[in-house]
């Protein structure tokens, strides 16, 4: 996949953000057609820097998604893509400027551009060599508040060919503990709260439980590691404590040159200065030198994971990013990473159950009740929880022929705030009179729940924290944009940047192209993303997407 168009915030119609011709253009990208005929080469619009505002204006309208869903196919027609991807981080986040309505509004635009690609397919018969069938697809978090605030799972997943799940990121500085960010699993008195179920393994189930078929479902694997800075050199293991407000992270690799991550061929290229160690309920491995910690992936754990998605039987892989793989071979063999998931899927059959097995109506929402009678009589799963709703009771009375008399207890409720256009203003906020509580908008109302123990509601950053640690500035926080994202453990899902072109890098020194090499190609996808720059580096097999 190219990754990434954006929108114009006005008109609401797709626009490049690579360069308009050359290396990194389109067309660079599409060449990889003719190198290797039989890929199926995407466009995704979206990525984290671009927002969420301008994507929840953009769906609030038929009028607005009509102008964008027609500059879609336009640029299909002037540019053979073989499908679309949406990557809109996150439908009905309001810490990402989006809206309540972004859920239903998000199916909407979904529906009338499956509608609209299938129509252009169909007309363009006879056109091109053979029928191009436009693919929909669309990247996904696993984070189960994300879901619950803007995915319609099982109808959405009806429409896509595919769904990639962004099974990375899941820990991060933003958590204030070391911790490998790909877990494959849980990890029984380590993962608790808000993170006992964010792990690859769970996370999936998560979709699939709510109604994505398996054989749509790609899962992501990670080309990189997320860095810490330690609070005390001796402390080094996984939960440890780190120096979260002053670093964001560890120390900027050489290469990619950002706090708090590291590309795969930067980690290499030292793997005989750090200590590696191995989380074996986790499936990760993670290493640590004097101050420095850092979680990622290697050969080893790819492995494990593609062997569990071959016993779940899910639909493939995707990789974040092809060009943090070590791809020039620096450290022994040529793209270890890469090599390690085709290997994994080599012979991989994904299996598609028959129309008559698969799921035809829509789970009950296992979140809330129904709304209506009827529907309380259905059946729906049931769901363990670490979560604890608190329902303050208040008197109520009647007033009848003999006077006043008491009735039931029921809980308060209360409108969702919103702004002076009636736009929600969060989904989280403090509660009035509490520290230990705070308010959740669900359905339009307000809902309490309680903080762990010994913790208390900071609605700076939107999280439960330690009740005796002093609160820390705004200003001294990771980030204004990081902020409120750290409820649940939700990552604020910022991608490593693609990494600088290398001008002069004696350790890693220019290859000469081959023929099978693709300058300019973003993502193989679904692979690399975030719009900050183009890559021109050779990326070694124009493999799209596995």
């Given amino acids: 996949m190219y990754s990434f168009a954006g929108i114009d915030g006005k008109s609401f119609q797709l626009k490049s953000l690579g360069p308009p011709s050359g290396e990194g253009?389109?067309?660079?990208?599409?060449r990889l057609h003719e190198l290797s005929p039989k890929s199926r080469l995407m466009l995704s619009v979206g990525g984290w820097g671009e927002g969420g505002q301008k994507y929840s204006d953009m769906v609030s309208s038929s009028s607005s998604r009509a102008a964008f869903i027609k500059s879609v196919i336009d640029t299909m027609e002037r540019h053979p893509f073989d499908g679309f991807d949406l990557d809109w981080e996150y439908p009905g986040a309001t810490d990402r400027q989006g809206r309540y309505a972004d859920k239903e509004n998000f199916l909407k635009l979904v529906k009338e551009l499956r509608a609209q690609l299938d129509e252009y397919a169909a007309n363009m018969e006879g056109k091109f060599k053979q029928a191009r069938k436009l693919e929909l697809s669309m990247a996904v978090p696993v984070a189960k508040f994300r879901l619950q605030e803007g995915y319609e799972v099982y109808e959405l997943c009806q429409l896509m060919d595919f769904v990639n799940l962004m099974t990375y990121d899941l820990r991060g500085n933003w958590a204030g503990f070391t911790d490998v960010h790909t877990p494959l699993f849980k990890r029984p008195g380590l993962d608790e709260w808000?993170?006992?179920?964010?792990?690859?393994?769970?996370?999936?189930?998560?979709?699939?439980?709510?109604?994505?078929p398996k054989h749509k479902m790609v899962i992501g694997m990670a080309f990189y590691g997320r860095t810490y800075t330690l609070g005390s050199e001796s402390n080094h293991g996984l939960h440890a404590p780190v120096k979260r407000w002053d670093t964001n992270g560890g120390k900027p690799g050489r290469f990619t040159n950002e706090s708090g991550f590291l590309a795969y061929f930067e980690l290499c290229q030292e793997e005989e200065t750090w200590k590696r160690d191995f989380d074996r309920q986790g499936k990760c491995p993670f290493a640590y030198k004097?101050?420095?910690?850092?979680?990622?992936?290697?050969?080893?754990?790819?492995?494990?994971?593609?062997?569990?998605?071959?016993q779940e039987k899910y639909g493939g892989a995707m990789i974040w990013a092809l060009d943090l793989d070590d791809y020039r071979g620096v450290c022994g063999e040529q793209n270890p990473l890469f090599n390690t998931l085709t290997k994994g899927l080599q012979d991989y059959k994904v299996q598609v159950p028959p129309a008559s097995a698969l799921t035809t109506t829509k789970s009950p929402n296992p979140w809330w009740p129904p709304s209506s009678p009827a529907a309380s009589s259905t059946s729906r799963p049931t769901e363990t929880t670490?979560?604890?709703?608190?329902?303050?009771?208040?008197?109520?009375?009647?007033?009848g022929a003999g006077g006043p008399s008491k009735g039931t207890t029921s809980p308060p409720t209360q409108e969702c705030q919103t702004d002076s256009s009636g736009n929600l203003l969060s989904s989280f906020r403090a509660h009035p009179t509490d520290p230990r509580l705070y308010l959740w908008c669900v359905n339009g109302r307000e809902i309490t729940l309680a903080c762990p123990p010994g913790t208390e509601w900071l609605d700076e950053v939107k999280q439960c924290v330690d009740a005796n640690v002093s609160p820390v500035p705004a200003d001294q926080m990771l980030g204004q944009k990081q902020g409120a994202q750290l409820l649940e453990g939700a990552p604020p899902s910022q991608r490593p940047p693609r990494a600088k072109k290398l001008e002069s890098a004696p350790v890693y020194p220019e290859p000469a192209r081959d023929s099978s090499s693709a300058g300019g190609l973003r993502r193989a996808r679904s692979a690399a993303k975030e719009p900050e720059e183009a890559l021109p580096f050779p990326l070694g097999q124009p493999i799209a997407w596995l």
């Fill in 194 to 212: 808000a993170y006992e179920k964010l792990n690859v393994n769970d996370g999936s189930k998560l979709w699939h439980s709510l109604g994505c």
């Fill in 290 to 310: 004097r101050d420095q910690w850092v979680g990622f992936e290697d050969s080893q754990s790819l492995g494990v994971k593609m062997e569990w998605l071959r």
């Fill in 25 to 30: 253009s389109y067309e660079d990208f599409l």
């Fill in 386 to 399: 670490t979560t604890r709703f608190v329902e303050p009771t208040t008197k109520t009375t009647t007033t």
